[in-house]
């Protein structure tokens, strides 16, 4: 089991940076890798990064590559994404999770088994 919390979340501008945090508590040394995901009003979940915990190699949706970073912390078993020159397209509910194994691909949200509530971000023009 893992519990999940992300925080971080706010209003702010385009260009704006937000650095969100997902705090991980349970059985997090075990898990294969780390994610984020969005999701806006209407759409579709889509995911952002990843990051195995184990060697920290990243992945990134085409859409934040080289302004987003995803990084971990183990001693604090915390993952951060930090998120800079922020776009109104960007406006979303990002939410982390954990998956215990590698049966799926990192972008793919049925390969994560726990889920955080999420946290709102909110990019104005």
């Known amino acids: 089991q893992a519990q999940l919390e992300e925080s971080g979340g706010g209003l702010v501008q385009a260009g704006d940076s937000l650095r969100l945090s997902c705090a991980a508590s349970?059985?997090?040394?075990?898990?294969?890798?780390m994610g984020w995901f969005r999701q806006a009003p209407g759409m579709e979940r889509e995911f952002v990064a990843a990051?195995?915990?184990?060697?920290?190699?990243?992945y990134y949706a085409d859409s934040v590559k080289g302004r987003f970073l995803i990084s971990r912390d183990n001693a604090k078993n915390t993952v951060y994404l930090q998120m800079n020159s922020l776009k109104p397209e960007d406006t979303a509910v990002y939410s982390c999770?954990?998956?215990?194994?590698?049966?799926?691909?990192?972008?793919?949200?049925?390969?994560?088994?726990?889920w955080g509530q999420g946290t709102q971000v909110t990019v104005s023009s």
């Open positions: 999770a954990a998956a215990r194994d590698n049966r799926g691909s990192f972008n793919y949200y049925r390969a994560y088994d726990y």
């Open positions: 349970g059985r997090i040394a075990s898990m294969y890798g």
């Open positions: 990051i195995r915990w184990s060697g920290g190699s990243t």
